[in-house]
């Protein structure tokens, strides 16, 4: 059974940074396209940025030259460098595959004060 757990969120003023780590287990973590989603209230889940087997990464617009994915796939994690943080990335950050296969783990919270 695969299990996604995250963790790293909590809170930071505006500009701050914080880093997310998610580690996989049940499967084959080495060869999955992983991403970082997020979810603010009243909103749907988005992704943000994803990671392929090989190291090649996508951003979302509204977060490029402020997060970086990256991973270990000898520790089965994923993580998410978040810098320069703005009130709106405020949000539940989980890890999944993409697309979406695994079920969801419990995600980790990161707000942003102004």
């Known amino acids: 059974q695969v299990q996604l757990v995250e963790s790293g969120g909590g809170l930071v003023q505006a500009g701050g940074s914080l880093r997310l780590a998610c580690v996989v287990t049940?499967?084959?973590?080495?060869?999955?396209?992983m991403g970082w989603y997020r979810q603010a209230p009243g909103e749907q889940r988005e992704l943000v940025a994803s990671?392929?087997?090989?190291?090649?990464?996508n951003y979302a617009d509204s977060v490029k030259g402020r997060f970086t994915i990256s991973r270990d796939n000898a520790k089965n994690t994923v993580y998410l460098q978040m810098n320069s943080l703005k009130p709106e990335d405020t949000a539940v950050y989980y890890c999944?595959?993409?697309?979406?296969?695994?079920?969801w783990g419990q995600g980790t919270q990161v707000t942003v004060s102004s």
């Open positions: 049940g499967t084959i973590f080495s060869i999955k396209t």
């Open positions: 999944n595959e993409v697309p979406v296969y695994f079920r």
């Open positions: 990671i392929t087997r090989r190291g090649v990464t």
